[in-house]
Every structure is written in structure tokens, then in C-alpha cells.
């Protein structure tokens, strides 16, 4: 049982929770996640970990409101408990000194990616982030992106906050000014391979963290397989980071529409 310590809300459907778990804390990298549960019956839900305190032993969770399960999570409140949270799992970014890296999130996406440009920009890089969102309400961290970045770049669908257009809109307005070295993704599938497409272009080395659907997270039950570079990989224990252009989004994308229909019922 992991207690919540702390709990914030980003917008109606997207929550902030900080738990306590002082060993995932103490352990855990930028790109690592965590699958977490609510109640004896509960759904296992993947959630990349935004950050962690070891003086506390917290770490936080973003959660996105969007099925029975994750809805569930984010009606917890400051007192409550998580039933289970393991972890820490997957392969921690590689991070180094490689010159300019543009970090792209979307949606919920930008929570981790938090970490990951923490971790650039304490390396030396010179880090951008271009954040996406449908309306400014719905962008997250950007003051903590701002803290650990040299610039942050804000696209709304609608134009109520920084430019209106989208996440690749951004990332290529950098491209067309200035060498780029590295380009980190996540966010929605479907943002992922545009971003991976606008990169391939122009030649610029992507990594994207793929969000794939889970159940175990040690790649015994195999429902998170991708295909990468014509090889099956397991995005629990392989990833969650790929190289953009190596993954093949469309079959991504059909696994992740496989239970659409039990989700709307």
C-alpha cells in the first residue's frame, strides 16, 4: 500500500499525485515508469514516473482521467492509498553531452518528459521544448520545463496560448534555425510518428518513449509488443524508449485501438 501525500489538479482530467515509495525513489532514473493499482480488483495502469523526492521517498504521477481505471486513480485524495506501485521498471534514457536536443510533448506526454530534460540540460546540452496541448488549460509543467530548459516553446490547437499549430509545427520552426543533434518524443501515438516523420526528413537522430498497453511490465504476457526495425520488442522491458524511425507506428497504433470498444462500454 503507497500512500498519497500530496494531490493537484492540472485540469478537470489530468491529476498530480505524489506517493509515497521511498525505494522507487531512491532508485529510479529519468524514462523509468511504474505500474500502478487501485483496489484488489483493480486494472494495471503503466505511469511514467515525473519525478521523485528521496529526502521524502515520493515520487509523482500524472494521470489522465480516460477509462473506469484511470478515473478510479485520480478520485484518490491525500490520505488515501494506492493498492500497489512496482517499480522502478523499463531501461532508463541514455543520457549524454550531445549539443542541442528538442523535447517534444504532448498531452500528458510532457509529465515524462520532465525527467528526461532534467537530465539533458544537467549534462550540458542545450535542451528546447516544444510543448502541444488543444487549449492553453490543458498545458502542464511549463514553469517546471522552463526551470531545466534554455527555451520553451508552447503550440496550442486553438491559439489560445503561445502559437497555434502543432507539436511539429515547433519542433521544425528549431530545425530550420539551428543544428539539432537529438529530438526526444511523448506523447499521443499519433503525434509520435509526425514528429518521427518531420525528423526522418530532415535527419535528425529521434527518440521516442512508446505507450503501449501493458499488463505485467516484465514481458512475460507480451500485450505491449511492437515491431522495431523489422525485430519484436517488448516496450516494458526493452523500452519504453525506441528510435522513432525505427518503430513501426501503424501497427503501434492498431494494437492500441484493440479494445476501443470495450473502453466505450
Same mark, same amino acid.
Given at each position: =500500500?503507497?500512500?498519497?501525500?500530496?494531490?493537484?489538479?492540472?485540469?478537470? $482530467?489530468?491529476?498530480?499525485?505524489?506517493?509515497?515509495?521511498?525505494?522507487?525513489?531512491?532508485?529510479?532514473?529519468?524514462?523509468?515508469?511504474?505500474?500502478?493499482?487501485?483496489?484488489?480488483?483493480?486494472?494495471?495502469?503503466?505511469?511514467?514516473?515525473?519525478?521523485?523526492?528521496?529526502?521524502?521517498?515520493?515520487?509523482?504521477?500524472?494521470?489522465?482521467?480516460?477509462?473506469?481505471?484511470?478515473?478510479?486513480?485520480?478520485?484518490?485524495?491525500?490520505?488515501?492509498?494506492?493498492? #500497489?506501485?512496482?517499480?522502478?521498471?523499463?531501461?532508463?534514457?541514455?543520457?549524454?553531452?550531445?549539443?542541442?536536443?528538442?523535447?517534444?510533448?504532448?498531452?500528458?506526454?510532457?509529465?515524462?518528459?520532465?525527467?528526461?530534460?532534467?537530465?539533458?540540460?544537467?549534462?550540458?546540452?542545450?535542451?528546447?521544448?516544444? +510543448?502541444?496541448?488543444? %487549449?492553453?488549460?490543458?498545458?502542464?509543467?511549463?514553469?517546471? =520545463?522552463?526551470?531545466?530548459? #534554455?527555451?520553451?516553446?508552447? =503550440?496550442? #490547437?486553438?491559439?489560445?496560448?503561445?502559437?497555434?499549430?502543432?507539436? %511539429?509545427?515547433?519542433?521544425?520552426?528549431?530545425? $530550420?534555425?539551428?543544428?539539432?543533434?537529438?529530438?526526444?518524443?511523448?506523447?499521443?501515438?499519433?503525434?509520435?510518428?509526425?514528429?518521427?516523420? +518531420?525528423?526522418?526528413?530532415?535527419?535528425?537522430?529521434?527518440?521516442?518513449?512508446?505507450?503501449?498497453?501493458?499488463?505485467?511490465?516484465?514481458?512475460?504476457?507480451?500485450?505491449?509488443?511492437? %515491431?522495431?526495425?523489422?525485430?519484436?520488442?517488448?516496450?516494458?522491458? #526493452?523500452?519504453?524508449?525506441?528510435?522513432?524511425?525505427?518503430?513501426?507506428?501503424?501497427?503501434?497504433?492498431?494494437?492500441?485501438?484493440?479494445?476501443?470498444?470495450?473502453?466505450?462500454?
Amino acid at each position: =500500500m503507497n500512500k498519497i501525500v500530496s494531490k493537484e489538479h492540472f485540469s478537470a $482530467n489530468v491529476v498530480k499525485l505524489e506517493v509515497e515509495a521511498p525505494l522507487i525513489a531512491r532508485s529510479r532514473k529519468a524514462g523509468h515508469f511504474v505500474i500502478v493499482r487501485a483496489g484488489e480488483k483493480g486494472e494495471r495502469i503503466p505511469l511514467t514516473i515525473a519525478s521523485s523526492d528521496t529526502t521524502k521517498g515520493t515520487i509523482t504521477l500524472v494521470i489522465q482521467a480516460v477509462g473506469g481505471s484511470s478515473r478510479k486513480i485520480t478520485e484518490l485524495n491525500v490520505g488515501d492509498y494506492l493498492t #500497489d506501485v512496482v517499480g522502478p521498471l523499463g531501461q532508463a534514457t541514455h543520457i549524454e553531452k550531445v549539443g542541442t536536443v528538442v523535447c517534444a510533448g504532448g498531452g500528458v506526454g510532457v509529465a515524462p518528459l520532465l525527467p528526461i530534460v532534467e537530465a539533458f540540460h544537467k549534462a550540458g546540452n542545450r535542451v528546447i521544448v516544444v +510543448l502541444a496541448a488543444r %487549449t492553453k488549460e490543458l498545458v502542464i509543467l511549463e514553469e517546471q =520545463m522552463r526551470a531545466h530548459s #534554455d527555451e520553451v516553446i508552447i =503550440m496550442t #490547437d486553438d491559439g489560445s496560448y503561445g502559437q497555434k499549430g502543432l507539436v %511539429t509545427q515547433g519542433v521544425e520552426e528549431v530545425i $530550420n534555425r539551428e543544428p539539432v543533434h537529438l529530438c526526444v518524443t511523448i506523447g499521443p501515438a499519433i503525434m509520435m510518428k509526425f514528429v518521427s516523420l +518531420l525528423t526522418k526528413k530532415y535527419n535528425v537522430p529521434t527518440v521516442a518513449s512508446l505507450n503501449t498497453i501493458m499488463v505485467d511490465g516484465t514481458g512475460m504476457c507480451g500485450a505491449c509488443r511492437i %515491431t522495431v526495425g523489422g525485430k519484436t520488442k517488448f516496450v516494458c522491458v #526493452d523500452g519504453p524508449e525506441f528510435d522513432a524511425h525505427q518503430v513501426d507506428f501503424d501497427e503501434m497504433l492498431m494494437r492500441l485501438g484493440a479494445y476501443k470498444g470495450i473502453e466505450k462500454k
